[in-house]
Protein backbone atom coordinates (compact mmCIF):
# COMPACT_ATOMS: atom_id res chain seq x y z
CA UNK A 1 0.00 0.00 0.00
CA UNK A 2 0.79 3.68 -0.94
CA UNK A 3 -0.11 6.63 0.66
CA UNK A 4 0.35 10.32 -1.34
CA UNK A 5 -0.96 13.86 0.12
CA UNK A 6 -1.01 17.27 -1.10
CA UNK A 7 -2.16 20.60 -0.02
CA UNK A 8 -2.36 23.54 -2.07
CA UNK A 9 -3.44 27.32 -0.95
CA UNK A 10 -6.16 28.12 -3.07
CA UNK A 11 -5.26 31.78 -3.89
CA UNK A 12 -1.99 29.92 -5.57
CA UNK A 13 -4.01 28.10 -8.01
CA UNK A 14 -6.83 31.31 -8.68
CA UNK A 15 -3.89 33.66 -9.15
CA UNK A 16 -2.55 31.42 -11.73
CA UNK A 17 -5.65 31.25 -13.73
CA UNK A 18 -6.09 35.10 -13.46
CA UNK A 19 -2.97 35.43 -14.28
CA UNK A 20 -2.62 32.53 -17.45
CA UNK A 21 -5.74 31.77 -18.02
CA UNK A 22 -6.98 28.25 -20.04
CA UNK A 23 -3.23 28.30 -20.54
CA UNK A 24 -2.93 27.64 -16.95
CA UNK A 25 -6.05 24.88 -16.64
CA UNK A 26 -4.81 23.56 -20.40
CA UNK A 27 -1.69 22.66 -18.37
CA UNK A 28 -2.68 20.23 -16.05
CA UNK A 29 -6.38 19.24 -16.79
CA UNK A 30 -8.31 17.77 -19.47
CA UNK A 31 -10.97 18.71 -21.48
CA UNK A 32 -13.77 16.80 -19.00
CA UNK A 33 -11.67 17.73 -16.42
CA UNK A 34 -12.27 21.49 -17.09
CA UNK A 35 -15.92 20.50 -17.36
CA UNK A 36 -16.63 19.05 -13.92
CA UNK A 37 -14.59 22.04 -12.26
CA UNK A 38 -16.50 25.13 -11.82
CA UNK A 39 -15.26 26.52 -8.72
CA UNK A 40 -11.90 27.23 -8.29
CA UNK A 41 -11.61 25.11 -5.16
CA UNK A 42 -12.60 22.18 -7.33
CA UNK A 43 -9.68 23.44 -9.76
CA UNK A 44 -7.06 23.49 -6.58
CA UNK A 45 -8.48 20.21 -5.10
CA UNK A 46 -7.53 18.28 -8.53
CA UNK A 47 -4.09 20.17 -8.84
CA UNK A 48 -3.80 18.75 -5.02
CA UNK A 49 -4.96 15.23 -6.02
CA UNK A 50 -2.72 14.78 -9.24
CA UNK A 51 0.02 16.14 -6.90
CA UNK A 52 -0.70 13.24 -4.29
CA UNK A 53 -1.50 10.53 -7.00
CA UNK A 54 2.44 11.54 -8.35
CA UNK A 55 3.60 11.54 -4.97
CA UNK A 56 2.13 7.72 -3.84
CA UNK A 57 3.41 6.51 -7.32
CA UNK A 58 6.92 7.48 -5.86
CA UNK A 59 7.87 9.72 -9.05
CA UNK A 60 5.93 12.73 -8.84
CA UNK A 61 5.12 14.92 -11.76
CA UNK A 62 7.87 15.41 -14.69
CA UNK A 63 9.04 13.08 -17.31
CA UNK A 64 8.04 9.82 -15.87
CA UNK A 65 4.26 10.96 -15.02
CA UNK A 66 2.81 13.90 -16.18
CA UNK A 67 -0.36 15.71 -14.88
CA UNK A 68 -2.28 14.85 -17.69
CA UNK A 69 -1.21 10.76 -17.40
CA UNK A 70 -3.54 11.13 -14.53
CA UNK A 71 -7.39 11.25 -15.28
CA UNK A 72 -9.63 12.67 -12.55
CA UNK A 73 -13.35 11.79 -12.61
CA UNK A 74 -16.52 11.57 -10.62
CA UNK A 75 -18.84 8.41 -9.97
CA UNK A 76 -22.85 8.97 -9.62
CA UNK A 77 -22.39 9.59 -5.77
CA UNK A 78 -19.93 12.66 -7.03
CA UNK A 79 -16.71 11.01 -5.34
CA UNK A 80 -13.65 11.61 -7.24
CA UNK A 81 -11.86 8.90 -8.84
CA UNK A 82 -8.81 8.40 -11.08
CA UNK A 83 -7.14 6.42 -13.38
CA UNK A 84 -4.04 6.48 -15.71
CA UNK A 85 -3.82 6.87 -19.03
CA UNK A 86 -2.69 3.41 -21.04
CA UNK A 87 0.69 4.72 -21.63
CA UNK A 88 1.71 5.85 -18.22
CA UNK A 89 -0.29 1.89 -17.11
CA UNK A 90 2.70 0.58 -18.55
CA UNK A 91 5.33 2.31 -15.76
CA UNK A 92 2.98 2.42 -12.35
CA UNK A 93 0.52 -0.93 -11.89
CA UNK A 94 -2.75 -0.27 -9.78
CA UNK A 95 -4.63 -2.58 -8.03
CA UNK A 96 -7.03 -0.65 -6.05
CA UNK A 97 -7.08 3.04 -5.30
CA UNK A 98 -9.04 5.81 -3.22
CA UNK A 99 -9.11 9.01 -3.30
CA UNK A 100 -10.81 12.25 -1.21
CA UNK A 101 -10.06 15.67 -2.13
CA UNK A 102 -11.42 18.79 0.33
CA UNK A 103 -11.21 22.44 0.47
CA UNK A 104 -11.42 25.07 3.33
CA UNK A 105 -10.22 27.93 4.82
CA UNK A 106 -8.39 28.63 1.82
CA UNK A 107 -6.39 25.57 0.88
CA UNK A 108 -7.57 22.37 -1.06
CA UNK A 109 -6.03 19.14 0.10
CA UNK A 110 -6.15 15.36 -1.34
CA UNK A 111 -5.13 12.08 -0.34
CA UNK A 112 -4.39 9.08 -2.06
CA UNK A 113 -4.40 5.13 -1.39
CA UNK A 114 -3.18 3.10 -3.76
CA UNK A 115 -2.57 -0.84 -3.77
Known amino acids: ?3 GTDITVISRIENS ?5 DK ?3 RFLNEEEQRITKR ?18 GCG ?5 SF ?3 VIYKDEKNAPHFKLTKEAQKNHHIRSSSLS ?4 GGFAIAVVIIN
Do not use: C, P, Q, T
Open 1 to 3: MRI
Open 17 to 21: INKFG
Open 24 to 26: FLN
Open 40 to 57: VESIAGYWAAKEAIAKAL
Open 61 to 65: IGAEL
Open 68 to 70: HDI
Open 101 to 104: IAHD
